[in-house]
C-alpha cells in the first residue's frame, strides 16, 4: 500500500514549533532543528497512522486513555448522532438524556454504595471534586477542621493545584506542594498505623490509585493493599478515594481494579480516561448517599463547585457507547486469553535481558525497568519498528488498548525489544 503523505507536514511542524506548548515537555528540545514531530493524522483500532503514512501500533493507548481502539464506529456514530442533536447543554439549571442515561449505567456497573455521580472533564477534575465533597462534608458534619488529606508516596492523581498536591512525584509535584491541599504523604500501611488519634482526627480522606501505581512507573501493590486499607478507614473514620482514571475500563483485566479485591469499596471513585473509550474529555466523581444526603438541605449545604462542561452530552454519549461495546462484544471475555499472551510475550523478550532488571504487569499494563540505556532512547529507537509509546524515566510502558490482537501484541512486545537492543549495541 502507497504511503499517502500530508503535503502540509514540514509547514504543520514548522507552525507547531512556533506556536504550541507541549504538556510535560523540555521545549528547548521540541524545538530544536533535529527534532520532526510526528503528526497523528488517523487511527484505527490500535493503529495510528502518521501524516508520512507510517503505520505504529498504539502501545501506550494514547497517554492510557484509548479502550476499544481508534475511530470504533459505533462511539463515533453515538458522538455523531448527538452532535447533530446537541453538542451541550448546561448542567447548571438544566439536564440531558446522555448524561441521565451514563450516570443510571456507572451506578450498575460499581458497587450498591456507590449511589451519586458527579461528572467533570479529566481526571484531575476527578479528583479535586472528591476531595473537595470530602472537605464540605466535614464542614456539615461538625468537623470543620478535618481537612487534611493523606497520599501515598509516588503517587500521581493530576496536575490541578489540589490533585497535583496529593501527587507523590518529586519532580512533578514538590515545586507545587504549597499551592494544594493540606497534604502528609505516607509509604504505606505500616505508616497509616502507627498515626496517633489525633493526627488522624484531623484527616478527612485518603487516596489511592488501586493495585497499581502508574506515573510512578507501573509500581504495584502488596496484594490485600485494599482490604488493608478499608479496615483501616473504617477504624478511623477516613473517607477512602479510589483514583481509577488510569486503571478503570479493563486495563488491568477488570471492569475496575479494585474488583479485584471486591470487599474493598471506597466512598469515592474517580473516572476518567478510559470513560469515552478514550474519545472525548469526561470524567466522573462517584460517592455514596451517605456523602449525598450530607449536603441537603438549605444554601449553606450546596456543593458549591463545577465546570462549564459538567454532564457534556457527547462525552456521556461516548460513554454510554463505550459501555455498549463492552458488553455487546464480550470485552472482559476477551481479556484472559490476551493477558496470557501478553505475558507469554514479556516473558520471552525480557526475561534473563543483561539490561532489563525487572518487568512488572498488571492485565494489559506492563512496566519493565532497563538500564544502560534511557527509557527514552529505547522509545525512539522502537519507532522504527511500528511502536509509539512513552517511557517513564527508565521503565518502559506499554499500556495495550483492549482490542489489540495476538499478533499485535507480539509485535508490539517484539519492537520493544528490538528498540532495547538497538539502544544498548546488543544487535
Ligand atoms: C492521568 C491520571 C490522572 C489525571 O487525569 P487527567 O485527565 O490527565 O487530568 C489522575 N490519576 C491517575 C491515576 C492518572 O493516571
Redesign the pocket.
Known amino acids: 500500500m502507497a504511503k499517502k503523505l500530508n503535503p502540509d507536514t514540514e509547514k504543520l511542524r514548522h507552525l507547531d514549533k512556533q506556536h504550541l506548548w507541549h504538556p510535560f515537555t523540555q521545549m528547548k528540545e521540541w524545538c530544536a532543528p533535529g527534532h520532526d514531530p510526528i503528526v497523528i493524522e488517523s487511527g484505527r483500532g490500535a493503529i495510528l497512522t502518521d501524516s508520512e503514512g507510517n503505520q505504529y501500533i498504539d502501545g501506550n493507548a494514547t ?2 486513555t484509548n479502550v476499544h481502539g481508534h475511530s470504533y464506529p459505533a462511539i463515533v456514530e453515538a458522538i455523531q448522532q448527538q452532535a447533530e442533536k446537541l453538542a451541550h447543554c448546561s448542567a447548571l439549571g438544566f439536564t440531558n438524556e446522555p448524561a441521565i442515561r451514563l450516570a443510571k449505567a456507572l451506578v450498575e456497573l460499581t458497587p450498591e454504595s456507590l449511589s451519586r455521580v458527579f461528572f467533570t472533564d ?6 479535586e471534586c472528591a476531595c473537595k465533597m470530602a472537605i464540605q462534608f466535614r464542614q456539615l458534619s461538625g468537623e470543620p477542621d478535618r481537612t487534611r488529606f493523606l497520599g501515598f508516596d509516588h503517587a ?5 493545584a489540589g ?1 497535583a498536591s496529593l501527587g507523590g512525584i518529586a519532580t512533578f509535584h514538590d515545586r507545587f506542594e504549597k499551592t494544594g491541599f493540606d497534604v502528609t504523604h505516607v509509604a504505606g500501611l505500616d505508616e497509616l498505623r502507627q498515626m496517633s488519634p489525633e493526627e488522624i482526627r484531623k484527616i478527612t480522606a485518603i487516596t489511592i ?1 488501586p493495585l497499581i501505581q ?2 510512578a512507573g507501573m509500581q504495584l501493590w502488596p496484594s490485600g493493599m485494599l482490604t488493608e486499607l478499608r479496615a483501616w478507614c473504617d477504624k478511623s473514620g477516613v473517607f477512602l478515594i479510589y ?5 478503570g475500563f479493563g486495563k488491568t483485566g477488570t471492569m475496575f481494579a479494585f474488583e479485584q479485591e471486591t470487599e474493598a469499596t471506597p466512598d469515592f471513585l ?1 473516572l ?2 478510559g470513560l469515552t473509550g478514550g474519545t472525548i ?1 469526561l ?1 466522573a466523581t462517584l460517592t455514596t448517599d451517605r456523602v449525598f444526603e450530607a449536603f441537603i438541605g438549605g444554601p449553606e449545604q450546596t456543593f458549591y463547585y463545577g465546570h462549564s462542561y459538567c454532564g457534556n452530552p457527547l462525552g456521556c454519549a461516548a460513554g454510554l457507547a463505550n459501555l455498549r461495546v463492552f458488553e455487546t462484544e464480550k470485552v472482559l471475555e476477551s481479556l484472559p486469553q490476551k493477558i496470557g499472551m501478553f505475558s507469554a510475550a514479556l516473558e520471552a523478550a525480557f526475561r534473563d535481558h543483561p539490561n532489563v532488571t525487572d518487568v512488572r504487569q498488571l492485565g494489559l499494563i506492563a512496566g519493565i525497568d532497563v538500564s544502560g540505556t534511557t527509557g527514552n532512547e529505547v522509545c525512539i529507537a522502537a519507532r522504527q519498528h511500528r511502536l509509539l509509546t512513552r517511557p517513564i524515566r527508565d521503565t518502559l510502558v506499554l499500556m495495550l488498548p483492549l482490542c489489540i490482537s495476538g499478533a499485535q501484541i507480539r509485535e508490539a512486545v517484539q519492537a520493544l525489544r528490538k528498540g532495547l537492543d538497538e539502544s544498548t549495541g546488543l544487535d
Open positions: 497517554i492510557w479529566d481526571g484531575s477534575t476527578a479528583i500521581y492523581h493530576g496536575d490541578t490533585a490509585e502508574g506515573a483514583d481509577e482514571v488510569m486503571t474517580c476518567a480516561k474529555p470524567a
